[in-house]
């Protein structure tokens, strides 16, 4: 494998057997360009140069000229002195549940609708990484681009930065309602409601990166490889069909305006909007573009629903998990226990496809339902904050909260269990205790 590495902080990659481009565009749609420059090409000119470069480009796109000479290549960064650190990066859990080496939020700790970056829920699968970001690279390879790249973290910086309102939510978050709710417990950490957080996001589009990479009509899968391991071979990985990597997946690099906290993937970790959480890999270091599906380990038998009511999926032992599912929850402690007297309580909602358009809350088992007030200004992928006023008798009492979002889609009556315990989101019977 030949590669060189540009000012740009652009890698190109010489890979054998790569597949040559299809004749159409990857993207649907018209070609992308902006006054003849192609789309592709304006990528490329940002990394190399910036706005200045691109502007340059869109003139001599009216009076073709020859190209410029290529960018001398530049050497490769010298190697960390010591191996990533791995270790825990945060010193007091206190705001936290702890769960061996996971960090359960509690709702209610959260301010507000945004969750702070040192109140955000950590699930690492080992521990945190201690990557410098001058050592970063992000390598694209793969049967279905056109050449392999690796991108530098200054390099995927100079591309186009969006934001995205978002949150993120562990596959098993609710998973201790198996046992507590249904009374058949279920493998895997115990989350209670806590496993999940509401952030502001910013980065790249990994469409721009792959599109730098050249992917092509063939491509069917896109790997995310994480430079964390599980085992020495491989890091953690998930893999996403191609259109949804295309779509809305985002490299981001900052969370609520600041870098990346180590836990949470710094230098840079996918977003999968709207997937569980383990679709978006930390310290994100590989991609791989395929013709074919992969299978690996985390769509095979881990991130599995595996029970009698799911149906092997491919290669995978039951349905993956891969959309989350719509969910409230009070932003009380459980059980809790209140003082008499009126009360407001509130709480948070979220659902896969966007918008909650209503929360309603019943403290007879569900016989009744009453209408809850929705708080803020909502937005497409954030969480939405829910309350309502409460005046119950001393003693105790079960509040359960139901969700509905922009499509209809609801909360279900019940949820059939699965082994691993993921996607519970049966309305939850909160005890409170008065008194």
Not at 105 to 129: C, H, K, Q
Not at 130 to 136: A, L, T, V
Not at 275 to 288: A, D, F, N, P
Request: proline letters at 10%; charged letters at 20%; glycine letters at 12%.
């Amino acid at each position: 494998m030949d590669r060189s590495v540009g000012a740009a902080g652009l890698e190109r990659r010489s890979l054998t057997g790569t597949r040559a481009a299809g004749p159409q565009d990857p993207f649907a749609g018209p070609p992308h360009s902006i006054t003849g420059v192609k789309r592709r090409r304006v990528l490329q000119l940002l990394l190399a140069g910036g706005p200045p470069a691109v502007l340059a480009a869109c003139r001599d796109a009216e009076a073709p000229t020859a190209p410029p000479p290529p960018a001398e290549p530049a050497p490769l960064p010298p190697p960390a002195a010591e191996p990533p650190e791995v270790a825990p990066f945060f010193k007091d859990t206190a705001p936290f549940i702890e769960h061996g080496g996971s960090l359960e939020a509690r709702l209610e700790d959260m301010p507000g609708v945004i969750t702070p970056n040192d109140l955000f829920f950590v699930r690492n699968n080992g521990g945190s990484l201690g990557i410098r970001e001058e050592d970063w690279r992000l390598v694209i390879e793969g049967d279905a681009v056109e050449k392999g790249i690796a991108i530098s973290y200054d390099g995927l910086r100079s591309l186009p930065s969006h934001s995205l309102t978002a949150y993120l939510e562990c596959a098993g978050n609710h998973r201790a309602m198996f046992d507590r709710v249904q009374g058949r417990p279920a493998e895997g950490t115990q989350w209670g409601t806590g496993g999940i957080g509401n952030g502001v996001w910013r980065g790249a589009r990994l469409a721009d990166a792959l599109e730098l990479a050249g992917i092509t009509p063939a491509a069917a899968s896109v790997l995310l490889v994480g430079l964390d391991s599980e085992a020495p071979e491989e890091g953690f990985r998930r893999a996403l069909p191609a259109e949804k990597a295309l779509a809305d997946v985002l490299l981001g690099y900052e969370l609520n305006g600041e870098p990346l906290p180590r836990d949470h993937g710094f230098p840079v970790r996918a977003l999968v909007p709207g997937w569980v959480g383990s679709s978006s890999i930390k310290w994100l270091g590989r991609i791989e573009v395929s013709s074919e599906p992969h299978w690996t380990r985390n769509n095979t038998s881990s991130y599995v629903l595996i029970g009698d009511s799911y149906p092997a999926e491919g290669r995978a032992m039951g349905r993956i998990a891969t959309v989350q599912t719509i969910k409230s929850a009070l932003a009380l402690p459980w059980p809790a226990e209140l003082g008499p007297g009126p009360h407001t309580l509130h709480g948070f909602a979220q659902s896969p496809e966007g918008r909650i358009d209503r929360v309603e809350w019943s403290d007879d088992g569900g016989a009744t339902w009453n209408a809850a007030r929705l708080t803020g200004i909502p937005t497409e992928l954030s969480w939405r904050r829910f309350e309502f006023d409460w005046e119950p008798m001393t003693g105790s009492h079960t509040v359960m909260t139901r969700a509905t979002d922009r499509t209809g889609g609801t909360q279900p009556e019940s949820v059939p269990w699965n082994r691993k315990g993921y996607l519970f989101n049966q309305p939850l019977p909160h005890p409170i205790r008065v008194g």
